[in-house]
């Protein structure tokens, strides 16, 4: 069964800081994936997604970007975070061997920023 | 470009049946998805709606008409673990990917 992993599960960060959120897929093979934003209260935006190694497409311009080095892992970074970056951060997959369209949902990163 | 509808909160009572209901315009559809959400927790997947009808899993049962865009979320025998939000999503065929575009969702509260 396919799995999806998210770290870390929390994170406090300074105004400027840099960040890096990471995700991996196992048990399948060239899924597609995706990172979501959601603001308290609001909801899902999608910020990036991702058809294959290093083919990566924005959503929404801002001050985050996003890399697939290898066919199953996903990172979500930022050079200088902002106070408008806190949220709750969603990694998702769809596809792969499956070939169907539901994208699943890894476990999050709650994200603050001071 | 599509805009998705939904009560932004609604309350039952323990071992009532409620409806959940969403209303999309869009410029294309491919399917409707519903997805539950407890509070501080991922989405979890809970039903996907191509044709229209009513689709039964369990408790949970999910309508969709694609002539009216509306779909519906049916929840019988309510649990207290039923509170939680119930986002509705479809997808935008025109993105070229599998996209989907979520409601605010519903946050439905179940008391004893």
């Known amino acids: 069964s396919q799995t999806i992993h998210q770290w870390p599960a929390t994170l406090v960060q300074p105004v400027g800081s840099p960040l890096s959120l990471e995700c991996t897929v196992e048990?399948?093979?060239?899924?597609?994936l995706y990172w979501y934003r959601q603001a308290a209260g609001r909801g899902l935006q999608l910020l990036f997604y991702?058809?294959?190694?290093?083919?990566i497409s924005s959503e929404v311009p801002q001050n985050l970007s996003a890399s697939r080095p290898q066919d199953r892992q996903f990172i979500l970074s930022s050079k200088k975070l902002l106070l408008s970056d806190s949220g709750f951060y969603l990694c998702?997959?769809?596809?792969?061997?499956?070939?169907?369209?539901?994208?699943?949902f890894g476990p999050g990163t709650r994200l603050t920023v001071l | 470009g599509q805009n998705i509808d939904q009560p932004t909160e609604m309350t039952a009572t323990e071992g009532a049946i409620v409806q959940i209901n969403c209303t999309y315009q869009?410029?294309?559809?491919?399917?409707l998805f519903w997805y539950q959400q407890h509070a501080g927790e991922a989405p979890t997947f809970l039903s996907y709606?191509?044709?229209?009808g009513l689709e039964e899993k369990g408790r949970f049962s999910s309508f969709l008409s694609r002539s009216k865009g509306y779909s519906y979320l049916l929840l019988k025998e309510l649990q207290m673990k039923d509170s939680a939000s119930y986002l509705c999503?479809?997808?935008?065929?025109?993105?070229?990917?599998?996209?989907?575009?979520f409601g605010t969702g519903t946050r439905l509260l179940v008391s004893p």
């Open positions: 998702a997959w769809s596809g792969g061997l499956a070939g169907a369209d539901t994208q699943y």
């Open positions: 048990g399948t093979s060239n899924p597609n």
């Open positions: 991702s058809v294959g190694i290093g083919q």
């Open positions: 869009t410029s294309g559809f491919n399917g």
């Open positions: 709606n191509v044709l229209d």
């Open positions: 999503a479809v997808t935008d065929p025109k993105a070229g990917f599998q996209k989907l575009v």
